[in-house]
């Protein structure tokens, strides 16, 4: 694995990008952040020499294929209906997908033609609403019980 596409350059996906481009340095990665505004992809890979930003609208075939056929991992941070599109293209490139979405029945459905070909699909594995957002609410109401905001 040596070239990562993250699809997505929005809020969420601040702190993928970053831990990933901090291990590229280490395992060679070469990183490419694609997203509809070009200035946020731009902001996040900024002057790394292992990545570069891209213009991608994930709805365009054509343009999400040719970005995914240069891929060796797909990592979409897309809200999760545009990610079944995603997940159709890896399979038909032979490619590994992570998404950040709970796997929808669409998604599940593809798991057979996905081990056909070896290929690992991994969607979020956290309990649901997440334990995350319940340690984060604990900790929101924790700050406004002691008089903060």
Not at 14 to 40: C, M, P, R, S
Request: hydrophobic fraction near 40%; proline fraction near 1%.
């Amino acid at each position: 694995m040596n070239n990562i596409l993250i699809i997505g350059a929005g809020m969420c996906s601040g702190a993928l990008i970053q831990y990933v481009l901090q291990e590229a340095d280490i395992h060679g990665w070469f990183v490419t952040v694609a997203d509809i505004d070009l200035n946020k992809a731009q902001r996040h890979v900024s002057n790394n020499t292992r990545a570069r930003a891209a213009w991608l609208d994930v709805l365009k075939s054509n343009d999400r294929r040719d970005l995914i056929h240069r891929s060796d991992l797909v990592v979409t941070m897309l809200p999760a209906h545009l990610h079944l599109e995603v997940a159709h293209d890896c399979i038909r490139l032979n490619k590994l997908l992570v998404t950040a979405a709970s796997v929808t029945q669409e998604l599940y459905r593809l798991g057979d033609e996905g081990r056909e070909r070896s290929l690992s699909f991994t969607g979020e594995m956290s309990l649901d609403p997440g334990l995350e957002h319940m340690a984060a609410k604990r900790n929101i109401d924790d700050i406004e019980g002691r008089g903060g905001t």
